[in-house]
């Protein structure tokens, strides 16, 4: 079964960086759109921000708008997710997601749509 794999969380104080790496062994990533989405406990899982198939990025998070940004490496397989200025708000468990199909410039923010996904990674921020 082909997972996704998020590596790169950890504890933070406010204002540090940080950089989420996600990779797909058996995946090609230029094939899909991929987000990136977190979850506090309790909540629904929140898509913050995606690359299109085309390497079109949308943030759909206001809060991380200017302090987050996805990356990839097709040549890899990889995705990131830079994070700058984290807050204490940004704790949460982080997943990468894939998405099959669609306009080449798309990438939907809704979780129901991805097709694949890790395990996620803890990012915890500490005032």
């Known amino acids: 079964q082909i997972q996704l794999s998020e590596s790169g969380g950890g504890t933070v104080r406010a204002g540090d960086s940080l950089t989420l790496t996600c990779t797909g062994p058996g995946l090609g990533f230029g094939n899909f759109a991929m987000g990136w989405f977190r979850e506090d406990p309790g909540k629904e899982r929140v898509g913050i921000i995606c690359m299109s198939r085309s390497g079109k990025i949308m943030t759909y998070s206001d809060s991380v708008k200017g302090r987050f940004t996805i990356s990839r490496d097709l040549t890899k397989n990889i995705v990131h997710l830079q994070m700058d200025d984290l807050i204490p708000d940004d704790t949460a468990k982080y997943y990468c997601?894939?998405?099959?199909?669609?306009?080449?410039?798309?990438?939907?923010?809704?979780?129901?749509?991805?097709?694949?996904w890790g395990w996620g990674t803890q990012v915890t921020v500490s005032p």
């Open positions: 997601a894939a998405q099959s199909g669609g306009p080449p410039d798309f990438c939907s923010p809704s979780y129901r749509t991805q097709n694949y």
